[in-house]
T-cell receptor, first 113, second 113 residues
Framework: GDSVTQTEGQVALSEEDFLTIHCNYS??????LFWYVQYPGEGPQFLFR?????EKGSSRGFEATYDKGTTSFHLRKASVQESDSAVYYC????????????FGTGTTVSVSP | EAGVTQSPRYAVLQEGQAVSFWCDPI?????LYWYQQPRDQGPQLLVY????????NSQLPSDRFSAVRPKGTNSTLKIQSAKQGDTATYLC???????????FGEGTRLSVL
């Protein structure tokens, strides 16, 4: 079945560092891809999505580009802040929104001042 | 616009007890999802509805779990006889028919002792 793989389980950074979280997917069709962020004690918050090859999604300084060739949707931010400390989830769904999202295992980002 | 509302926020049970979780989706959202999120894992789909119809409940442990959405608005998820392995956060999300990303509530954190 379809799946999402996030390579990094935990990432530790200092403020102003560059963040990359790797997300690769396996899907039988042409999925839509999503990033969510989850803070302690809260539900996941939608960051952004991309639906076609080479499309870039972005929000709050984070961005990711849909790459069908490498089946990837890596999350990047140029300069992280302590407030970016959270768990980040990559997810995939279908183009029409007809089925539920499949989530990766998440990446915990810790940013120290 | 009010977000997805869930109650209760917390529940603590002994094994064998029953519990119900309630979800009020965003007004106008026709699709409602229930996810289970064990500690330090990504959300895992239990069941989802479009209006009052169940679209996919293949991951719902049907011997102990049930979910309804009788009028296509609010929904209730019930565990008949809780087990320690049910300890997790139960997340409700909703989305609209025009393929918007699902938006999550804050979740109900369940501990089964």
């Amino acid at each position: 079945g379809d799946s999402v793989t996030q390579t990094e389980g935990q990432v530790a950074l200092s403020e102003e560092d560059f963040l990359t979280i790797h997300c690769n997917y396996s899907a039988s069709g042409y999925p839509a891809l999503f990033w969510y962020v989850q803070y302690p004690g809260e539900g996941p918050q939608f960051l952004f999505r991309a639906s076609r090859d080479k499309e870039k999604g972005s929000s709050r300084g984070f961005e990711a580009t849909y790459d069908k060739g490498t089946t990837s949707f890596h999350l990047r931010k140029a300069s992280v802040q302590e407030s970016d400390s959270a768990v980040y989830y990559c997810a995939l769904g279908d183009q029409e929104g007809g089925r539920a999202l499949i989530f990766g295992t998440g990446t915990t980002v810790s940013v120290s001042p | 616009e009010a977000g997805v509302t869930q109650s209760p926020r917390y529940a603590v049970l002994q094994e064998g007890q029953a519990v119900s979780f309630w979800c009020d989706p965003i007004s106008g959202h026709d699709t409602l999802y229930w996810y289970q999120q064990p500690r330090d894992q990504g959300p895992q789909l239990l069941v989802y509805f479009r209006d009052e119809a169940v679209i996919d409940n293949s991951q719902l442990p049907s011997d102990r779990f049930s979910a309804v959405r009788p009028k296509g608005t609010n929904s209730t998820l019930k565990i008949q006889s809780a087990k320690q392995g049910d300890t997790a956060t139960y997340l409700c999300a909703s989305s609209s028919a025009n393929n918007q990303a699902p938006l999550f509530g804050e979740g109900t954190r369940l501990s089964v002792l």
